[in-house]
Structure formats: structure tokens, C-alpha cells
């Protein structure tokens, strides 16, 4: 059994930054990739960021250059920085890991931007 512990949501004005965490209680470095999807409503949920076993990274175009993911190996954390925040990144995000044998996902953290 894969659990997944989000943090790290909330409220942020435009322009400004919030970073989300994804704690896994199995070893990330092991998982074949890990990515942050988000979900609004009346919106297919969109791959935001993945992280692959060896460390390579891809982005959405709505999030390049504004957007980092990232591993802590110490902490067992994956975390996604968010700089330059616009409203229409409002959604709910969703961690997800891949073991191959097994996907596991989190249970989502609200991140809303707004003046």
C-alpha cells in the first residue's frame, strides 16, 4: 500500500508563490515517475509537472519557467514550487506516484489565487 500526503494549499494574490509538498511512505526514488496533476471544474484534470526516476523533468507550457519540481531525499518529499502565480492557476493538485506495480495518488490540496 502507496500513501500520499499532500501540503502546502491555500489562498496567494497574484504574482506571488506557494510551495506544495507530496510525502510518500514508500521511497520516491523508487517510483518510475511522479507528477502534480490539477483539477478545476468543468476542466479535464491537466499533467502539470513530472519527475522521472532519473531525475528529468517535464512541464506544461501553461506552467514553464514559472514552475519546479523537485525530490527530497531526506524528507521522502516531492515538492512543486510556484513563482508568478496567475488566477487560472486555481485548481485542486493532485500528487501522483508511479511504481509501476502500483499508482498511488494523494488527496488533493486547494490552491486558489486571488486579490
Known amino acids: 500500500q502507496v500513501q500520499l500526503v499532500e501540503s502546502g494549499g491555500g489562498l496567494v494574490q497574484p504574482g506571488g508563490s506557494l510551495r506544495l509538498g507530496c510525502a510518500a511512505s514508500l521511497s520516491i526514488f523508487n517510483a518510475q515517475a511522479m507528477g502534480w496533476y490539477r483539477r478545476t471544474p468543468g476542466k479535464e484534470r491537466e499533467l502539470v509537472a513530472t519527475i522521472f526516476r532519473d531525475g528529468s523533468t517535464n512541464y506544461a507550457d501553461s506552467v514553464k519557467g514559472r514552475f519546479t519540481i523537485s525530490r527530497d531525499k531526506v524528507k521522502n518529499t516531492m515538492y512543486l514550487q510556484m513563482n508568478s502565480l496567475k488566477p487560472e492557476d486555481t485548481a485542486v493538485y493532485f500528487c501522483?506516484?508511479?511504481?509501476?506495480?502500483?499508482?498511488?495518488w494523494g488527496q488533493g490540496t486547494q490552491v486558489t489565487v486571488s486579490s
Open positions: 501522483n506516484a508511479d511504481y509501476g506495480w502500483r499508482s498511488a
